[in-house]
């Protein structure tokens, strides 16, 4: 509809969910999320951002230039803004170029195993299909390979603590670990059964 733009919608959903407009930062890296700026948010422009854009937010206090592109600016803004506290300035300011210990990060929306219930207890065992698509991105962490596998796993919260982070078959992947990410049973259904559909 006329007058409507990413800044006037971003305002009027800011109202209906009662969310301080000071609690929000946009981000952007094209002239076309200029609206978003001028609705009086903080606002990061990204590194490599449209010149058309940094020249329209040079001069709005609230609008912070990023050296990084992508997330990494987002974070910049996190930190300029100072969203964070004390804890996550310091997290912020370790080097970007720090890597974690593995060779190879899967993320993936399948466990790398089954998991079931047998006598009220959860049991992992191996996938039925041996040629699928599973055992073709496993085979990537063979020969000891250090890697993690992320992806969504329900928890019910009545069976007892979340497990975040698992061994898949050790004697084979000896260096590979699972990282899982707990969901409830209503938010995988609206994923999978609805929004993915759409």
């Not at 590194?47 to 709005?60: K, P, V």
């Not at 790398?112 to 996938?127: C, N, S, V």
């Not at 329900?154 to 707990?182: D, I, M, N, Q, S």
């Amino acid at each position: 509809p006329p007058g409507t733009n990413k800044g006037s919608t971003l305002r009027r959903l800011v109202d209906v969910l009662a969310i301080s407009p000071d609690d929000v930062l946009v981000a952007g890296d094209t002239l076309n999320d200029l609206s978003m700026y001028e609705a009086g948010f903080k606002g990061v422009c990204v590194g490599e951002s449209e010149l058309a854009l940094l020249e329209a937010t040079r001069d709005r206090v609230r609008a912070f230039h990023a050296r990084h592109t992508g997330c990494g600016g987002i974070l910049e803004a996190i930190v300029h803004f100072n969203f964070i506290g004390e804890a996550g300035l310091a997290a912020a300011s370790r080097s970007l170029n720090q890597t974690g210990k593995s060779e190879l990060v899967m993320v993936y929306h399948r466990l790398p195993y089954e998991e079931a219930y047998e006598d009220g207890k959860l049991i992992r065992r191996r996938h039925g299909s041996p040629n699928g698509i599973l055992p073709t991105l496993l085979s990537f962490f063979g020969g000891g390979r250090k890697g993690s596998w992320v992806a969504w796993s329900v928890h019910e919260p009545k069976r007892g603590e979340f497990e975040t982070h698992t061994r898949v078959e050790p004697r084979k992947y000896p260096e590979l670990t699972c990282a899982r990410v707990p969901l409830s049973k209503q938010e995988v259904d609206i994923f999978y059964k609805r929004f993915s559909k759409e």
